[in-house]
């Protein structure tokens, strides 16, 4: 990478961070990779980019970003940032998640759904509660369970894990089965998704939102849909077997996964670059897990 770190006085990265790339996806340009974890590559100009900076900041799991007064202002806080009429991006990712993405999908019934969860806390709780109903907390795979009972308690919600990862929720309120897809909601489907962990799962919404959890992602690095296959904590060839089985069945527009980038084309784009994914994905053979050869 050409850029260098900022070494002034003004925004930084501090030696906590864990390279989960959360900082990245939101500020792209300002924060960047650099020895295996993020650094600011320059300061902001104007309020948007300052902007920016202040999502990382709030978002990052670590607290690494750290703003010029090293305080950081809770009036600033962006979350849930609205993605578009109908999907929220959480914010306030977990470290006990590995960092995870976590959204709200909104209903057409005014209610929400919650997939994947950030970190918890009583006030951020709160703000959810505010925003309407939750009637539903959909985990998709063990890697990303630590803060579900709490949070579907506290706002009255089902709690849904397939049964290949029960054993990291194992008071799940509902328990997906088998390899078969099935409708949990109206406009609402579940695709197990066995790879990256045994009950990996993702969620199909009105055929326009794919939350994808670990099983693949947007890089930025390709400009394509992969998947990580140095973090496949399962095995790849079952992903790959998964993928063949279920890339065909899948119309979106919104890729929206646990780690790596968020990206919106339209549904046929997305159906040919899935389908080439699941070809790729069948050459791929089992390695060592590698977090620094993650292709964000």
Same mark, same amino acid.
């Given at each position: 990478m050409s850029e260098e770190r900022f070494d002034g006085d003004g925004w930084q990265v501090d030696e906590r961070c864990t390279n989960c790339d959360?900082?990245?996806?939101?500020?792209?340009?300002?924060?960047?990779?650099?020895?295996?974890?993020?650094?600011?590559?320059?300061?902001?100009?104007?309020?948007? !980019?300052?902007?920016?900076l202040q999502a990382a900041a709030h978002a990052c799991p670590t607290r690494s970003i750290r703003p010029p007064d090293g305080r950081l202002d809770a009036a600033s806080d962006p979350f849930p940032m609205?993605?578009?009429?109908?999907?929220?991006?959480?914010?306030?990712?977990? =470290?006990?998640?590995?960092?995870?993405?976590?959204?709200?999908?909104?209903?057409?019934?005014?209610?929400a759904m919650m997939v994947d969860t950030p970190r918890w806390s009583t006030s951020l709780a709160a703000r959810y509660e505010a925003l309407g109903p939750v009637t539903d907390v959909l985990l998709t795979h063990r890697d990303h369970a630590a803060h579900g009972r709490r949070y579907a308690d506290r706002l009255g919600a089902r709690l849904w894990i397939h049964e290949g990862d029960l054993d990291a929720a194992p008071n799940a309120d509902r328990v997906l089965r088998g390899s078969e897809p099935a409708e949990i909601a109206e406009g609402v489907t579940a695709f197990p998704l066995p790879g990256h962990t045994r009950g990996s799962v993702l969620y199909l919404a009105d055929?326009?939102?794919?939350?994808?959890?670990?099983?693949?992602?947007?890089?930025?690095?390709? =400009?394509?849909?992969?998947? =990580?296959?140095?973090?496949?904590?399962?095995?790849?060839? !079952?992903?790959?077997?998964?993928? =063949?089985?279920?890339?065909?069945?899948?119309?979106?527009?919104?890729?929206?996964p646990g780690h790596g980038d968020r990206r919106q084309l339209p549904a046929d784009e997305m159906s040919r670059r899935l389908l080439r994914l699941a070809t790729r994905t069948q050459e791929l053979q089992?390695?060592?897990?590698?977090?620094?050869?993650?292709?964000?």
């Open positions: 959360v900082a990245r996806q939101l500020a792209p340009g300002l924060i960047g990779e650099v020895d295996g974890r993020s650094v600011v590559l320059r300061q902001p100009r104007g309020q948007r !980019e300052l902007r920016q609205a993605l578009d009429d109908t999907v929220l991006l959480c914010g306030h990712n977990s =470290a006990h998640t590995a960092g995870a993405n976590s959204y709200l999908l909104r209903r057409p019934d005014g209610s055929e326009r939102y794919c939350f994808s959890g670990d099983s693949f992602y947007w890089s930025r690095t390709t =400009a394509d849909i992969e998947v =990580a296959d140095s973090v496949t904590w399962y095995s790849i060839s !079952e992903l790959a077997a998964s993928l =063949a089985r279920t890339a065909g069945r899948l119309r979106f527009e919104w890729l929206l089992p390695r060592p897990v590698d977090f620094t050869a993650v292709r964000w």
